[in-house]
Structure formats: C-alpha cells, structure tokens
C-alpha cells in the first residue's frame, strides 16, 4: 500500500512541536509495517539541507500563487524514510519557523503557503499526477496546514484516492478572509457552512474535516472531547455529526529517540533495574543548570513546554513559592507567551540555585530534563495527546498531568488500588485549578519523600510501558485498509 503522510513539520528536520515527533515516527513504523510510505514537506532551507540524496522528481505546474515549483525527492539520513519536498524559494525558503519569522510573527501568505502544501499533496493523487510511477492509495493529511487538501482531492483533482484528516490540536484552525478562494482557486459553490465556511471565513481545518474519507484524533478522550463545546473549538456540532466515524488513535514514541539506556545527551544511562544512573543524570543536571547541589535529595519538578494557555502553567505559577518553601526545585524549559516566559523569569532570579528556567528551545536540554528530574509537570488545560509525558513515563519521572486528552488515556494515578496491583505510573489532577495542581503536586511529594519503595514501583511501571507505535501503527493499517476497500 502506497501512503502519502503531508505534513507542516518532521523530526529531525524542521520541528516546533509534537507534530514533527509523530510525523517523523510514524511513518517509520508504518514502513515496518509493509506501506510503502512518503512524506510530503515545503521545503524550508533545514529541508533542503538536510536531506540525503535530494534531487528533482517533477515539475508541478498550475499551482496557485506560484503557477510552477520543481518536486523534489530525498531521504531522512537517520531513519531512510522518503520524502518528497516542494522547492519555492518565494514561498519557502525564508530565515525563521515554518509558520512565523524570526520575530514570532507569523507570515502573512501562510495561506498561500499552506494551501501550495494542500494543492500538491491532492495534484499527487489524481490522475494528472506529474508522477505515475507513484500514485498514493492513501493521502494522510495533518492537522489545519494540509486541510485543504481533501477538498481540492475531491472538488478539483477527481482523485480516487482516499483521504484521512489526523487532528492534533483543534486550538489551530487556519481561518483567513474569503478573498483566499480565488487566490487558491478553490469553487466558491463550496464556500457554504456545510463545506469550508466558517462564520464568513475559509476555513483550512473545516475543510480537512468535511471532505477527508476518515478523521483520527491522536488519542481515543480527544475523540470525544472535540465533539463537546468545551474541546471543540467552535467545530463541535460538525464533529459530532462525524462522531461515529472519528476515530481516536494514541500516539506512539520514537523510542529509538527516547531511551534512558541508549540517549546520547545524557551523561550516563540508566533502565528500570540500574536507576543510580538518573540520580548521577540529576546530579549532573542541578550543575549545568546553576541549581544548589547540596540538595539533591530535594524533589526536582521538570517543564519541557510551548508556554501557552492550552499547557496550563499559569497554574503552576501561584504554586510556586509555597513549593519552593517545602523544598522543591524546578529546571524549566519553555517558550512562548511573553507573559508567562517573563514570570518564570522573573522568580528564578528572586530565588537562585532553585529555580532554573530556560527561554528557547533545546533539545538535547530536553532530554537531559526529561531524565534528570524526579517528575514532570503537565497541567495542561486540553491535550490532544502530548508526548512529553511518556517521555516521562519512559524515564522513570512520573508525570503530574490533568485529567485531559492523551494525559487521562496515558498515566494511570496513583491511589491504594493502582498501587496494589501495579499500574500506578504517576498523579492526575481531579480539578483544572491551580488548587487542583497543587494537591496533586502534593500527593506526587508525599510519596516521593516518605515511601521509596512506593516510588520505585510507580518509576518501574512506567518504565515498563510500550510506548512504542507497534500498536498504534497496527491500527492506521487497519484503518487505511479499511476505507480503501
Ligand atoms: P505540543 O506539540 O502541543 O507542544 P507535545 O507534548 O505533543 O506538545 O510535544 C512537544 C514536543 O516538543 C516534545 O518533543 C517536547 O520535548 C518538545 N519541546 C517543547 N518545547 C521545547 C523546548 N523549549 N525545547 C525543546 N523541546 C521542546
Ligand atoms: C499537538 C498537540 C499535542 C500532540 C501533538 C502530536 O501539538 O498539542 O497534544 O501530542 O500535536 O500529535
């Protein structure tokens, strides 16, 4: 089975969160699988650089915006995963992100950008596909940058090719003034509520989800959360009419990525039954962050994060001198909202050696977090399934996570039973407050200073999860196989 994977960003080569970590991971355990996959990315300049092997396929003509691009097909050096690329250099060779500037400002054609993205992705699975030796049975589109592309498949192209829409945040829709109908030639006969309109507006996302053939969200409790007012994002009456055939899908991890046994960011590495190597990671950690060493028995609370509203770490924030009193402390990594980077910073400097916080993004600072703290904190207010809390999981720190989307289907809390027969794998919030937080963050440091034994059990249980994609993976084929028939 031939699957095109579209996609805004992929791991290792362009990255601004998750979505480049499943982009980069799936496709490699779909190829284990048997599929014959390959992934569709714009070629920003880390694409063209990094890639094996690239050299041009095709030309693409009657694009919109740019009428021409050439098409170009390379190879992930680490994973040997195809991947076609479109080289513009107007639209996508640019200094900064793949959808802001070096200043954060998001550019201003990202609908030409992302809708060249859609157009390309639909032009190679319909009979004028300027690349007959490979037509997709299946194109899996992503998230609001490839929503476009079910629509131009099914209104424009005539594809007979099938479709899914695999949503990863609901919070990004992609709406822009309907001037861009024409700009996109896309019919405006469909710019109705029942196809991409939305409230006057040409809606990328709404698009992906009336046309595509199938539409997965990245764990089962956000299947179900979308199609209520609270998770839904305005799209919740549409979602629900879908709701039979929406179909929740957990992530996997890269564990090739993530293992304690194996990374190479860390100073030692360690596994379930050799924990003394986290506590020389730890160690390890407190000095290149600047943290005091004389307490390293104290509890280390560790933030990997975009710091936005969706992760919840304003709730953290009023928390934090009472946790700072008990003895806690915290080595932060996160970007965002200026608001919240400036009131991280603004505590760690009124409490040296206790709070580290790093404003950027990090990567092999990452892991080192990941491995080197004794639990991860992960409050988010809505989670389409999150990542950073198996990574948790793998590394023997147990999450601290609300009761949302993939935390709720990932980390089972820790109570009398969940410890009793072994399931225990870290602590979930009963209340979206920062009250909330804080019991739960209180239950985490009560059994962390008082029960080792206990806190051994939950570090094993997590460790011992497969966290793989073997089975999520399984489920994509069956679902492929499913609406090809
Ligand atoms: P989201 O995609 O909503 O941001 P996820 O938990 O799915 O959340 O994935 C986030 C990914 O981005 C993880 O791989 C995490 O390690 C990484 N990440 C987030 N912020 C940073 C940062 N500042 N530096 C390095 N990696 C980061
Ligand atoms: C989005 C979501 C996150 C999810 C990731 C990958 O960024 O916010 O919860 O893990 O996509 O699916």
Redesign the pocket.
């Known amino acids: 089975m031939r699957v095109l994977f579209v996609t805004s960003e992929v791991f290792p080569l362009i990255k601004t969160?998750?979505?480049a970590?499943?982009s980069g991971s799936l496709p490699l355990a779909l190829q284990h699988l048997g599929i014959d996959v390959r992934i569709l990315v714009p070629g920003y300049p880390a694409v063209l650089s990094q890639l094996s092997d690239l050299k041009p396929v095709a030309t693409l003509n009657n694009l919109p915006v740019i009428e021409h691009a050439e098409l170009m097909l390379g190879t992930i050096v680490e994973t040997q995963i195809k991947v076609m690329v479109i080289k513009s250099a107007g639209l996508y060779e640019r200094d900064g992100g793949p959808y802001s500037d070096v200043n954060g400002q998001e550019w201003l054609d990202n609908p030409a950008r992302f809708g060249v993205l859609s157009k390309v992705a639909a032009i190679l699975s319909s009979p004028q596909t300027p690349m007959n030796d490979w037509l997709p049975e299946i194109v899996h589109c992503n998230?609001w940058q490839t929503g476009l592309t079910p629509a131009y498949m099914k209104l424009v192209e005539q594809s007979h090719t099938k479709s899914i829409i695999?949503i990863?945040?609901m919070?990004f829709q992609g709406c822009y003034p309907p001037e861009w109908l024409s700009t996109l030639a896309l019919p405006h006969t469909s710019f109705t509520s029942e196809g991409y309109e939305y409230h006057g507006q040409l809606s990328f996302l709404k698009a992906g989800i009336v046309y595509a053939d199938a539409i997965t969200t990245?764990?089962p409790r956000?299947a179900h959360e979308i199609q209520t007012a609270a998770f839904g994002f305005g799209l919740e009456g549409l979602l629900s009419k879908r709701g039979n055939e929406i179909k929740g899908i957990l992530?996997g991890i890269d564990t090739n990525e993530w293992n304690p046994e194996t990374d190479p960011y860390l100073s030692k590495n360690y596994s379930a039954t050799k924990l003394s190597g986290k506590q020389k990671v730890k160690t390890a950690l407190l000095q290149e962050l600047g943290l005091d060493i004389g307490a390293s028995n104290a509890p280390l609370l560790g933030i990997v994060s975009r710091l936005t509203h969706?992760k919840g770490l304003d709730m953290l924030l009023p928390n934090m001198p009472r946790l700072l009193d008990i003895g806690c402390q915290f080595a932060i990594l996160g970007s965002g909202e200026r608001a919240l980077e400036a009131a991280f910073q603004d505590l760690a400097e009124r409490n040296p050696g206790r709070i580290s916080i790093t404003v950027g993004y990090n990567e092999p600072l990452s892991h080192r977090i990941m491995a080197g703290c004794d639990m991860f904190v992960m409050p988010?207010r809505f989670?389409?399934?999150?990542?950073n809390q198996m990574y948790g999981l793998a590394y023997g720190t147990p999450p601290i996570v609300n009761a949302t989307?993939?935390l709720a289907d990932s980390v089972t809390d820790t109570n009398a039973a969940s410890i009793g027969n072994k399931t225990a794998t870290g602590f979930v919030m009963n209340e979206t407050s920062p009250e909330g937080l804080l019991t739960c963050i209180q239950r985490a440091l009560d059994v962390f200073n008082r029960n080792e034994k206990n806190w051994r059990q939950i570090q094993k249980n997590g460790m011992a999860q497969n966290l793989s994609w073997d089975k999520s993976a399984l489920e994509y084929l069956i679902l492929y196989k499913n609406i090809v028939q």
Request: aromatic letters at 4%.
């Open positions: 969160g998750g979505l970590d499943v998230d695999s990863h945040n919070a990245v764990s956000y992530n969706q988010s989670e389409p399934c999150g990542l989307g993939g």
